[in-house]
Nanobody
Framework: QVQLLESGGGLVQAGGSLRLSCTVS????????MAWFRQAPGREREFVAA???????YYADSVQGRFSLSRDNTKNTVSLQMNSLNPDDTVVYLC???????????????????????WGQGAQVTVSS
């Protein structure tokens, strides 16, 4: 198991940017793929972006071209740069980690929340119109 701590949420105007970071601690963080999901109250958890151990990144169609995910294995962090934010992006963002997995992983696998076994507490992002 690993522990995940998100930071960087907050309030921003439509069209603005925010950067979320997730610091990973515990056993073998570098052997895990990492992902961001988001969840609005009363709604299903939604895939946002993921990065495999290889560094391959995947995005939901709704954020493709606006969000960028990066991974720094020297610091055990993953960062989600969010640009051109709009009010529909207002939700809690959750960092997640898979169990130890193969070097390569597909978007189909990583976009499924059941692939992840460790979750952060969440970071609130609010975009005002």
């Amino acid at each position: 198991q690993v522990q995940l701590l998100e930071s960087g949420g907050g309030l921003v105007q439509a069209g603005g940017s925010l950067r979320l970071s997730c610091t990973v601690s515990g056993r073998t963080p570098r052997d895990r793929a990492m992902a961001w999901f988001r969840q609005a109250p009363g709604r299903e958890r939604e895939f946002v972006a993921a990065v495999a151990r290889s560094g391959d990144t995947y995005y939901a169609d709704s954020v493709q071209g606006r969000f960028s995910l990066s991974r720094d294995n020297t610091k055990n962090t993953v960062s989600l740069q969010m640009n051109s934010l709009n009010p529909d992006d207002t939700v809690v963002y959750l960092c997640a980690a898979t169990p130890r997995i193969a070097y390569y992983a597909s978007k189909t696998y990583l976009s499924d929340q059941n692939a992840c076994c460790s979750w952060g507490q969440g970071a609130q992002v609010t975009v005002s119109s």
